[in-house]
Nanobody, 115 residues
């Protein structure tokens, strides 16, 4: 089970830290990422972290978003700085098991940025 938290209603320029708690998995086998989906838009990948800790970001968020994970807490994070109204979306946690090839999704957390 993947459970996101940390979303909310914020002002432009504010910061948020999203969390994704993973339970029932072998965390070390998971590649993980954050996706977002704005109304009437396709779900898009914003940040990814491999099992070995390599990170990658969408161009639109580079320099503002930081993905990280804590193996001791089985938790994935997304630090978002300098929020913009166009960051408004539901943010989803994603995990891929390297052994079983199964893909998992959280239920999403809403981020709304007022200008």
């Amino acid at each position: 089970q993947l459970v996101e938290s940390g979303g909310g209603l914020v002002q432009a320029g504010d910061s948020l830290r999203l969390s994704c708690s993973a339970s029932g998995y072998t965390f070390s086998r998971l590649g993980m990422g954050w996706f977002r989906q704005a109304p009437e838009m396709r779900r898009e990948l914003v940040a990814n972290i491999s099992r070995m800790g390599y990170t990658a970001y969408a161009e639109s968020v580079k320099g503002r978003f930081t993905i990280s994970k804590d193996h001791a807490k089985n938790t994935l994070y997304l630090q978002i700085n300098g929020l913009k109204p166009e960051d408004t979306a539901v943010y989803f946690c994603n995990a891929r098991d390297a052994w079983s090839r199964e893909v998992y999704w959280g239920q999403g957390t809403q981020v709304t940025v007022n200008s």
